[in-house]
């Protein structure tokens, strides 16, 4: 390794971001997460591992994202990304956690010292990063100090200088596909044109060929008068975030003729105003319109969350009654619709579809996956990488939170038989009709569908996507099942490590004993299933229940929440009644 470390210079750097004495940080799920202004430190400190990832990668790039997501605005928070667009690679997540608690600049420097060991980087690669930020005010001086760290990062004279590129305001989700984007630039597939407007010209490209195209009687019909009549404008709650400059930039290049939309919760302007009693998570949890949103019957609408990686439908029927159609309706609105295609295009013989989902799925969308469609569902822990790992086993794999987060992977192999089996149809004088539309249709899901990350955007265009072709409104779609009651709740706790969990999360295995008393409650309600986690942003945990009816599920929680309260360190003035 001809390059060291240039200790002095480093040092100099790190003491202008000193480290917060009385904080421990945890490199989680989503990054770190945390009141925005004690990460000043960790965001120098992401920069140094950023660069050190992209040397021991050889040159690749990595990501960053500026981000606390569906988080309250005081938040903030940042993750890397990987090459692929993937999450940052699990055996490096506690070095990160190493240098955010390094105590000193001494330990700093001792810490990054041991980690280039660790890894055998080599420092005299070449390093390049690409770094974004969503619309929270904290981000202007978050970002100044993570490029101080990315600035900083040289060690010493001989290594080559870091390459940044500076992505500006993003979605999330966008940062992931530029990453990928500059990774495959000159390899046998790219990815896309790593840039925002290749972004939304990939997407607009498909989703006119799906429209355009749409599959009718395994007919290709055009997208007509009949089809605008079923799908009218979507009315898009963008959270107060990132999602709404965006969403109305790809309006802009797909035109108001493909996708009709009313933009609202739009205020990014306003302090405070970003995730209030609006976006995914609120939808969700509070199983409402957003707050000022009166819903008209039977129209659709969709809400992002702060960074547009999640999102949710709902509708209001005649009588006005709120109907959510979340992540568990989207993985199997998709998994049923890919499953046709995949068999009308000749292919199933060869393409494995699959779905995989956490204890937060509602049991009845696993019965519809497992019974009705006869789709094989995988359980995993709460998390994307997990998700993202599983989804990966299969040809092609399905994954959605509950809460919205999810997207369509497909494997190489299976891109390649797609793209193959299309060519050989469309050379074909005698080629079927039907099949050559479906395979048509199958490729251009695959351009659709942003296969880094969880997406709101494109995923809205998968959902819209399938409505098209199926000429469903939301209330057939909602029709496919019906979801068992549920309710979701925080707890705060003083310490949210002493819970641990087993079987995907689905069983807490301390504080010991706690789980055979929830599993009591359980059983004295009708279909009563209920769960606890530790939360992997918030300092708290999660309370999860479901049952046959709405009383029984609410009921089940409230009992759930106190139990996990008053025997498990519950935090602050327990409640005297209701929800969490």
């Keep these: 390794m001809a390059s060291t470390l240039d200790q002095q210079a480093l040092a100099a750097a790190s003491a202008q971001h000193p480290k917060l004495q009385h904080i421990t940080y945890t490199y989680g799920t989503a990054g770190f997460r945390t009141e925005a202004d004690l990460l000043d430190s960790v965001m120098f400190r992401v920069g140094l591992l950023a660069v050190l990832r992209s040397k021991n990668l050889k040159g690749k790039a990595i990501g960053v994202m500026v981000t606390a997501s569906h988080n309250p605005e005081k938040d903030n928070g940042v993750k890397l990304v990987d090459p692929m667009g993937e999450m940052l690679h699990g055996s490096w997540e506690p070095y990160a956690t190493q240098l955010a608690n390094a105590q000193t600049d001494d330990l700093l420097l001792a810490a990054l010292d041991s980690i ?13 990063v690409v770094y974004g930020h969503d619309t929270r005010p904290s981000c202007k001086p978050l970002v100044r100090a993570l490029v101080d760290g990315l600035s900083s990062a040289t060690f010493g004279s001989e290594a080559p200088k870091v390459e940044l590129v500076n992505a500006g305001l993003v979605t999330t989700p966008q940062l992931h596909y530029l990453v990928r984007c500059l990774n495959t630039a000159d390899s046998p597939d790219p990815y896309g044109e790593p840039t925002i407007d290749g972004y939304y010209r990939k997407l607009a490209a498909a989703y006119t060929e799906l429209s355009a195209s749409r599959a009718s009687g395994h007919k290709p019909s055009p997208f007509g008068l009949r089809g605008r009549e079923l799908l009218p404008a979507i009315t898009v709650d963008c959270a107060n975030g990132v999602g709404a400059p965006k969403l109305k930039e790809f309006v802009k290049v797909i035109g108001t003729d493909y996708l009709p939309v009313i933009v609202v919760r739009d205020n990014t302007t306003t302090a405070g105003q970003l995730n209030l009693n609006c976006g995914a998570d609120f939808v969700k949890t509070q199983q409402r319109a957003p707050l000022g949103v009166k819903p008209i019957a039977w129209q659709r609408y969709a809400s992002f969350d702060g960074d547009a990686d999640r999102i949710v439908y709902y509708y209001a029927d005649a009588d006005g009654v709120f109907h959510l159609l979340d992540g568990d309706k989207i993985a199997t609105l998709a998994a049923g619709f890919i499953m046709d295609l995949v068999k009308d295009a000749g292919l199933d013989d060869k393409v494995k579809v699959g779905v995989v989902q956490t204890a937060y ?16 569902v995988t359980c995993v822990p709460t998390g994307v990488k997990h998700l993202h790992h599983a989804a990966e086993s299969y040809d092609i794999g399905v994954y959605f939170e509950a809460n919205g987060h999810g997207t369509v992977l497909f494997s190489p192999s299976t891109l ?3 793209r193959s089996s299309l060519d050989s149809a469309t050379s074909s004088p005698a080629a079927d009709e039907s099949q050559l539309a479906a395979r048509t249709n199958l490729r251009a899901l695959t351009e659709l569908i942003n296969q880094t990350v969880g997406d709101a955007l494109s995923d809205m265009l998968l959902v819209e996507t399938v409505l098209l072709h199926r000429q469903w409104t939301p209330a057939q779609w909602d029709r496919a099942y019906t979801d068992y009651p549920n309710r979701l709740v925080k707890v705060l706790v003083n310490d949210r490590h002493a819970f641990e969990t087993t079987d995907a999360e689905r069983k807490l295995v301390k504080p010991e004993g706690l789980q055979a008393k929830i599993d009591a409650l359980c059983k004295e309600v009708d279909g009563g299933r209920s769960f606890v986690r530790p939360s992997g942003t918030e300092d708290c945990v999660r309370v999860y229940a479901e049952a046959t009816t709405r009383q029984a599920a609410d009921d089940l929680v409230n009992k759930a929440a106190y139990l996990v309260f008053d025997e498990a360190g519950g935090k602050g003035t327990r409640p005297a009644s209701g929800f969490f």
Excluded: M, R
């Design 361 to 376: 799925a509602n049991g009845a969308s696993t019965k519809y996956l497992t019974e009705v469609l006869g789709v094989p």
């Design 116 to 128: 280039v060991k660790a890894t055998g980087t080599d420092l005299s690669q070449p390093a390049h």
């Design 416 to 418: 390649a038989g797609i």
